[in-house]
């Protein structure tokens, strides 16, 4: 199955614009990439975190913390 591209003035528009080379991103998907990205680097962050507190509460337990 083919998608008629010409016969659709919008997708026509879109081909035309690729083809030239021009970049087609909506400025919704930035904004959700942005998101995206925000997210993953806070959920690094929480990891590091709680990993260092459990690394320092396992010292304190074993009794190597000052």
Partial sequence: MSIDWQSDP??????RRARNGERIVED???EADRREARKAKNREASRLCHARRR????????????
Wanted: charged share 45%; hydrophobic share 45%.
């Fill in 28 to 30: 919704s998907d930035r």
């Fill in 10 to 15: 919008e997708l026509a528009d879109l081909v």
């Fill in 55 to 66: 690394a320092r509460l396992k010292a304190m337990r074993d009794g190597t913390m000052e």
